[in-house]
């Protein structure tokens, strides 16, 4: 099979096409016939040498596939031969063929593409486990989404909106921000200009949000406890602004905050497997009755890996970055 490897650490040309072996299903396993990828903030980690994958993935980069089920541990997975399918996977996704755990492989909702269904499974899995699980967030409480325009910044909007929250979501122009309101944000916040703590407190009454959803981390994280509310959560998720923080832990105790954070890949199965059954039973839903569309913004060939990394990198994209795989 094709596939794309890293040549060794560096920047998007050490990104290469190459022919591997097809990967072997063990137990408990699925061989996907990958039609698309998703592209995503981890894999251009892993191609810098920053990010490794977890032990016994895969070393070829690509963390969310879709495609068709073409073989594996079909026994009691619901799933069949032929079958169109998105996955969650720890590794390998820049390929013809991956292997996915059967837990992690979800039915590729009715209406969408390849493409699009290519965009869901980081993304989604990522907000449910973060927000939803972690964060507890509750009917009637609101969200700041910090990177409103990213492939994580859009599934949050969207999911928080469509199951009726109110939601705040900062990105870097008013364009972007127009966007975001687009998706369902309530308010844009344009970071460049504006303080959103100061337009958070405003829109809230000078309560604040209940849930923080970060991945910026750095200076952001005192700014983003200055704008919870009481017995709120704040979330990160990647340290895109640096991981050191100050913290004024005297808030923290006064107000009963919770400041937490966690990664998705090196997670196991069965913890993903669980994310998998809830995404399944409420978002897939919302999707397939059109009230929440994943954002595909722009899709390259396999071959053109190094070009979507340089996109990634840009942070000009609004929504998710997709390879399309054409398989042997």
């Given at each position: ?7 060794q ?21 699925l ?8 592209v ?44 169109a399918?998105?996955?969650?996977v720890?590794g390998?996704g820049?390929?013809?063929?991956c292997?996915?755990p ?33 964060g ?10 910090q990177?409103?325009?990213s ?9 928080a909106?469509?199951?009726?929250h ?7 122009s ?15 916040i344009d ?9 958070v ?7 604040g ?12 994280v ?16 990647a ?14 105790l006064?107000?009963?905050l ?14 993903k ?8 039973a ?31 990198e840009s942070?000009?994209?609004i ?10």
């Open positions: 099979m094709q596939a794309i490897e890293i040549a650490p560096g920047g998007p040309e050490v990104l290469r096409l190459v022919e591997r072996p097809r990967p072997a299903p063990a137990r408990g396993e061989l996907i016939r990958v039609l698309a990828a998703g995503n903030r981890p894999d251009v980690l892993q191609r810098r040498g920053a990010y490794a994958p977890p032990p016994g993935a895969s070393d070829l980069p690509g963390l969310e596939v879709a495609g068709v089920v073409e073989d594996g541990d079909l026994d009691g997975s619901g799933l069949a031969k032929g079958d399918v998105t996955a969650l720890a390998g820049y390929a013809e063929y292997v996915a059967v837990g992690q492989t979800l039915p590729l909702p009715r209406g969408l593409s390849f493409a699009e269904g290519a965009a869901l499974p980081e993304t989604y899995f990522t907000v449910w486990s973060n927000v939803f699980d972690r507890q967030f509750a009917p009637g409480e609101s969200l700041l989404v990177g409103g325009t492939g994580i910044g859009v599934a949050a909007i969207q999911l909106a469509a199951l009726g109110r939601v705040f979501a900062t990105a870097g008013a364009d972007k921000c127009r966007a975001c309101e687009a998706l369902g944000a309530q308010r844009g970071y460049r200009t504006e303080d959103f703590v100061a337009v407190k405003q829109a809230t009454g000078g309560r949000v209940d849930v923080v959803l970060d991945m910026v981390a750095g200076d952001y005192a700014r983003e406890i200055d704008c919870l509310a009481d017995d709120g959560r704040l979330l990160i998720i340290t895109l602004g640096g991981s050191k923080a100050q913290v004024d832990v005297g808030q923290v006064r107000r009963r919770t400041v937490t954070g966690s990664t998705l890949r090196p997670r196991s199965v069965e913890f497997a669980a994310i998998a059954r809830r995404l399944q409420v978002v897939w839903p919302l999707i397939e009755a059109g009230r929440i569309k994943p954002m595909v913004y722009r899709r390259f060939a396999l071959g053109d890996a190094a070009a979507a990394h340089g996109l990634m942070s000009t994209h929504g998710k970055i997709v390879l399309d795989v054409a398989p042997a």
